[in-house]
């Protein structure tokens, strides 16, 4: 079965900086696809990011950016220029490819921007 | 476009009560999730649908809860009787086919407090 571990139940960083949110999965799969989900306080779950476990290039959103480790099954966001919008809770999750449609999710972070 | 549209966003009801959920997926999204999310137990998948057609129902809790998805714009979850214990964020998600290559999009979800 699927593991996803987030080790940091919150965080907080100051408006402008950067923050990484850590991420590590457990996955007996070569192809699978990791993605991070933002929830804001309205609870709606946001698509912040995925990556395509098969590809090296770590994925890029504008501000948000990740570090995929694959040997070490790890799989990290950062949040550059942090903006007060970003707090959230941010949950990782990934699903083990093929035809796996099943995601596992982490139990997440609560990132606070403070002004 | 629209995103996944789930109402109502809040119901409070009573132990004993029928509860009924409500989505509609993205257009010309052909797969369909209901979630439920909770403090103990994070997000969880409930059932499945691909082309209207419930694939994966393992994660329903019990007979209280079904599920219908009788076209491909419209999804009910029901619960009948409800519990104090059913009290839950449910979210419905969408992805545009099956298998783990495609992104879900959740809805904002429906807070359900029984009472």
């Known amino acids: 079965a699927q593991t996803v571990t987030q080790s940091q139940p919150e965080m907080s960083v100051q408006e402008a900086e950067t923050v990484t949110l850590s991420c590590t999965y457990d996955?007996?799969?070569?192809?699978?696809?990791l993605f991070w989900y933002k929830q804001p306080p309205s609870r709606q779950m946001i698509l912040v990011i995925r990556q395509e476990a098969y590809k090296q290039q770590n994925a890029t959103e504008n501000r948000f950016s990740v570090n995929f480790q694959k040997a070490a099954k790890s799989f990290s966001l950062k949040i550059s220029d942090s903006q007060l919008g970003d707090t959230a809770m941010y949950f990782c999750a990934s699903n083990s490819g093929g035809s796996n449609y099943k995601l596992t999710f982490g139990k997440g972070t609560l990132l606070t921007v403070n002004p | 476009d629209a995103g996944v549209i789930q109402s109502p966003r809040h119901e409070v009801t009573e132990m004993g009560q029928e509860v009924t959920l409500r989505c509609k997926p993205i257009?010309?999204?052909?797969?369909l999730f209901w979630y439920r999310q909770t403090m103990m137990r994070g997000l969880e998948l409930l059932i499945y649908f691909n082309n209207n057609v419930p694939i994966d129902d393992s994660g329903m809790p019990e007979d209280r809860f079904s599920a219908k998805m009788p076209n491909a714009s419209f999804s009910t979850l029901k619960i009948q009787p409800s519990e104090p214990r059913d009290s839950a964020v449910y979210f419905c998600a969408s992805s545009l086919g099956q298998g783990a290559r495609e992104t879900q999009y959740f809805g904002p979800g429906t807070r359900l407090l029984v009472l």
């Open positions: 257009s010309g999204h052909n797969s």
């Open positions: 996955t007996s799969e070569s192809n699978y696809y």
